[in-house]
């Protein structure tokens, strides 16, 4: 989430009003713990998946397909273990209200999405990936790469994660809450990190369920209570949080 748009001061006081609301508060934290549950139930499921077979196999009971492994949906298990992981860090430092590590996370986090979206483009990238040397990986992997092979992630959002929590940079005062005592502006950059790590998340979600939908034979029919309860959170969080409202908002089409 960017910096506070310029606005006309009574809209500019509405905004600060609702970051700081304590029933919106609540709203987003409520999102990104239920679908971080999600995102570490298919963690789980998917860990041992990918060694009976991956989503190419239809039935892990049959003796000739048990034990088959896949390299690229055991590289898709390693990415999401990653997200998974990088995922629940920051949601306990949201409540341990360090947010300039959860800055740092989230620009890790943009960076397994990147690498899902490629994988969701061509398995066989997930291949290459997981067999990759450290020196092939900063070849062929590196963030820049990667945003150009997808062709749908932004730059400067990439670079913003960077100034405010990938590299230590001035930037990242803003989120460092004991040099801000008086509370003045650190409890805004606070609100609206947390609101950025909720989007992050649904972002993450949504590259996992997309890669799995299309990819995994058995996904759609063996995880479909968490991807009930995912898009149920998703829709309450967007329902009950008017600045996510405002800021997932479709544009009309005449």
């Given at each position: 989430m960017q910096a506070e748009p310029e606005l006309p001061d009574e809209s500019r006081e509405e905004l600060r009003h609702a970051l700081l609301d304590e029933s919106l508060v609540?709203?987003?934290?409520?999102?990104?713990?239920?679908?971080?549950?999600?995102?570490?139930?298919?963690?789980?499921?998917?860990?041992?998946?990918?060694w009976l077979g991956g989503g190419k196999v239809?039935?892990?009971?049959?003796?000739?397909?048990?034990?088959?492994?896949?390299s690229e949906?055991?590289?898709?298990?390693?990415?999401?273990?990653?997200?998974?992981?990088?995922?629940?860090?920051a949601v306990l430092m949201v409540e341990k209200r360090r947010f300039y590590a959860v800055g740092a996370v989230?620009?890790?986090?943009?960076?397994?999405?990147?690498?899902?979206?490629?994988?969701?483009?061509?398995?066989?990238h997930a291949r290459r990936w997981r067999e990759s040397t450290p020196d092939e990986v900063r070849e062929?992997?590196?963030?820049?790469?990667?945003?150009?092979?997808?062709g749908k992630f932004s730059n400067e959002e990439y670079w913003n994660h960077c100034s405010a929590g990938g590299h230590p940079a001035p930037k990242g005062a803003r989120l460092l809450e004991k040099l801000d005592p008086?509370?003045?502006?650190?409890?805004?950059?606070a609100a609206e990190l947390t609101i950025d790590l909720g989007l992050h998340l649904h972002r993450i979600w949504t590259a996992i369920d997309a890669l799995l939908v299309k990819y995994h034979s058995r996904y759609e029919r063996v995880r479909?209570?968490?991807?009930?309860?995912?898009?149920?959170?998703w829709t309450h969080w967007r329902e009950a949080d008017v600045v996510v409202a405002a800021l997932t908002e479709r544009p009309s089409v005449s």
């Open positions: 609540a709203a987003r934290v409520q999102y990104i713990s239920t679908v971080l549950a999600v995102i570490v139930n298919i963690e789980d499921w998917l860990a041992i998946d990918s239809d039935d892990t009971e049959r003796s000739e397909e048990f034990g088959v492994a896949f949906f055991r590289a898709v298990s390693t990415v999401v273990s990653m997200a998974a992981e990088l995922a629940e860090a989230l620009r890790q986090l943009i960076e397994c999405e990147y690498l899902l979206s490629m994988f969701d483009e061509d398995l066989d062929s992997f590196t963030p820049a790469k990667m945003r150009r092979i997808v008086a509370r003045q502006a650190w409890p805004y950059s479909a209570e968490q991807r009930r309860l995912a898009e149920d959170a």
